[in-house]
Nanobody
Framework: QVLLTESGGDSVQTGGSLRLSCKAH????????MAWFRQVPGKEREGVAS???????TYLDSVEGRFTVSRDNAQNTLYLQMDDLKPADTARYSC???????????????WGQGTPVTVSA
């Protein structure tokens, strides 16, 4: 089973940008549909962006136009470019992978440990 490792989380001010990375180990990333999720303590996990194995992309409404998901198959890495960040984007961000395109539903089989993002006002 593929193993996922996220990186790139940091603390930024409102309006700032970050790029998160999700490196896949043990299998080729292009075999999977992938997604980014975020979660804050006490709240349900929320799907942010997904990319199917065929390249179909879906975004959460509140990040549409600010976040961009992409994949580099040569680097076996999924990215999430986050621009114009807002305090409401503060969360722990995790990537997920599966052989079925679940879109923004948290039904994927493989999950990373996550990376924290903090956006201050």
């Amino acid at each position: 089973q593929v193993l996922l490792t996220e990186s790139g989380g940091d603390s930024v001010q409102t309006g700032g940008s970050l790029r998160l990375s999700c490196k896949a180990h043990g299998d080729r990333l292009n075999r999977y549909s992938m997604a980014w999720f975020r979660q804050v303590p006490g709240k349900e996990r929320e799907g942010v962006a997904s990319m199917s194995d065929l390249g179909m992309i879906t975004y959460l409404d509140s990040v549409e136009g600010r976040f961009t998901v992409s994949r580099d198959n040569a680097q076996n890495t999924l990215y999430l470019q986050m621009d114009d960040l807002k305090p409401a984007d503060t969360a722990r961000y995790s990537c997920a992978a599966g052989f079925i395109d679940y879109g923004l539903r948290p039904l994927y089989q493989a999950w990373g440990q996550g990376t924290p993002v903090t956006v201050s006002a």
